[in-house]
């Protein structure tokens, strides 16, 4: 066995056998696991192109309009966007979309050193702005659709209104804008999976209680 994957080095001095040998299985099931997110991370860069799609119109919370082409930079192809959920007659956003958002904010210019990055919501730009001030993002470009054609379109919002969190990756090439990826929290019943995206749920999964029924709330922000 190489040094790297001896089970001591992964316990405390003084552990029992039962928490070696316990751990020593845990490692191998981990490993397993990265095994095969790496496997799904090359399934979906193996997807074929997506669709076409049309230049999107938004509001830049900065001011002025700005289309979706306008939102890569000369040197980078890729895009990535989360779009925060928004009640109309609500005054705060997802509690759950902010907490996602709030780490995407402290890691965006790690990200922008490989592709573009942006937040969109169907909110009006004031009411973004007076959320990311009280939240404090600084990094991100933040947007708000002109219109519901982009949300409709992406599966970000319902025929009814009804948002629902969603990652989009698009690409460019030439005048070309080109759809990728989307992923939204629920699949088949489970509401995990977009959490890769977040490290809360993961630093919850190392302690002994785990994730529990916590949720995330804006009242402690």
Partial sequence: MDSAEDPYLLAM???SHAYVEAREELRLAERTLTDLRE???GLRR???????VQDYEFEDARGGAVRLSQLFSDDKS???IYHLMYWVDDDEFCPMCSLWIDGW????HHVEQRA???VATC??????????ERRGWRRLRLLSDRGPSFAHDTGAEDEDGRPDSTVLVFSKDGSEIRHVYTGHPFMDGKQRNIDLLCPVWHI?????SGRGDWSASNDYV
């Fill in 116 to 118: 573009n990055v942006a």
């Fill in 13 to 15: 001095p003084g552990a």
């Fill in 39 to 41: 496997a799904i991370a």
């Fill in 204 to 208: 919850f999964d190392l302690l002994p």
């Fill in 123 to 132: 909110a009006p730009v004031e009411k973004l702005r007076a959320w990311a």
């Fill in 105 to 108: 904010d402290g890691i965006a």
């Fill in 46 to 52: 193996a997807l074929p192109r997506g669709p076409a």
């Fill in 78 to 80: 890729e895009l990535v």
